[in-house]
């Protein structure tokens, strides 16, 4: 079982906008604005999309966007396209010894 | 442009070490930014952090691979790398190393991944 919780799949349309949740604890996600989101095509090395919660890599499109609320972050993707059909992980700073913990990932599928 | 390449043995025998290095190019490891570390991911399952190093040889692990990971640094090599004694089949997974902007933090550069199969 996963620290993080997340929907094990979303889908939506293209066009359309969808929303992933990402679920923890005070002792995580709750007090520390340290959460990044994830995107991982099959095969592929995970690529960084958000961090600290709602900040956007350079060359990441602004079509993601990331914030949080009590202990739960939440990825949002507007405007969906076929590309973004993929696996998305968060992950979070936690103040037990594990340090870093990840979600158990979210399938995208766009229709 | 920074690169990250995983190396070593892809098949490992049940309760010996495995044993992997990360050869970074197009920037030092000696920075003081940033922060190296390894993550796996089993077969067709989520991503598990299991430790980050700094270039002075800080070190920062999973609490539950503690007792059986040892991650070092090399700056003459600009390698860092990653022993896990004891293994068994749990540990058969993709092992990827990147780039932290601090141990914690989010991984920005990733390499392809290395599959490591423990099996006898």
């Known amino acids: 079982q996963s620290a993080l919780t997340q929907p094990a799949s979303v889908s939506g349309s293209p066009g359309q906008s969808i929303t992933i949740s990402c679920t923890g604890s005070s002792s995580d996600v709750g007090d520390y604005d340290y959460v990044s989101w994830y995107q991982q095509h099959p095969g592929k090395a995970p690529k960084l999309m958000i961090y600290d919660v709602s900040n956007r890599p350079s060359g990441v499109s602004n079509r993601f966007s990331g914030s949080k609320s009590g202990n739960t972050a939440s990825l949002s993707i507007s405007g969906l396209q076929a590309e973004d059909e993929a696996d998305y992980y968060c992950s979070s700073f936690a103040i037990s010894s594990t340090a870093v913990i990840f979600g158990g990932g979210t399938k995208l599928t766009v229709l | 442009q920074l690169q990250l390449q995983e190396s070593g043995p892809g098949l490992v025998k049940p309760s010996e070490t495995l044993s992997l290095t990360c050869t970074v190019s197009?920037?030092?490891?000696?920075?003081?930014?940033?922060?190296w570390g390894w993550i796996r991911q089993p077969p067709g399952k989520g991503l598990e952090w299991i430790g980050s190093?700094?270039?002075?040889?800080?070190?920062y692990y999973n609490a539950s691979l503690k007792s059986r990971a040892t991650i070092s640094v090399d700056t003459s090599r600009n390698q860092f790398s990653l022993k896990l004694r004891s293994v068994t089949a749990a540990d058969t997974a993709v092992y990827y190393c990147a780039r932290h902007g601090d141990y914690y933090g989010p991984a920005d550069y990733w390499g392809q991944g290395t599959l490591v199969t423990v099996s006898s």
């Open positions: 197009g920037a030092s490891i000696s920075s003081t930014s940033y922060y």
């Open positions: 190093v700094y270039f002075s040889g800080s070190t």
